[in-house]
């Protein structure tokens, strides 16, 4: 895996949570382990990288994880303002 492939990786999952956010604040569901599973894979293959040739990937990474804290926030907002909203696949506070 290249450092461009990896780069590309990362600007798809922030879309991917650029539409999730989108689809929370419109009460729509959102497949949230799939995106989890997809964002930790990637991680992982940033981190397999050597550290000279992940350094580049920093800032790409750090607004990733700026649109997860996003993404994070709307669906607090959204349980907030709904508590009886499914937007995790359990309803907070049970099992």
Known sequence: MTVDDLRKRLEAEGRSLVEARAAVAAGQ??????LETRVAALCRDVQALPLAEARPLADDLQRL???MDELAAAIWSAVRRNPAAR???FQLGRP
Do not use: M
């Open 29 to 34: 569901d959102i497949a949230l382990d799939e």
């Open 65 to 67: 994880i700026a649109s």
């Open 87 to 89: 937007v995790f696949p």
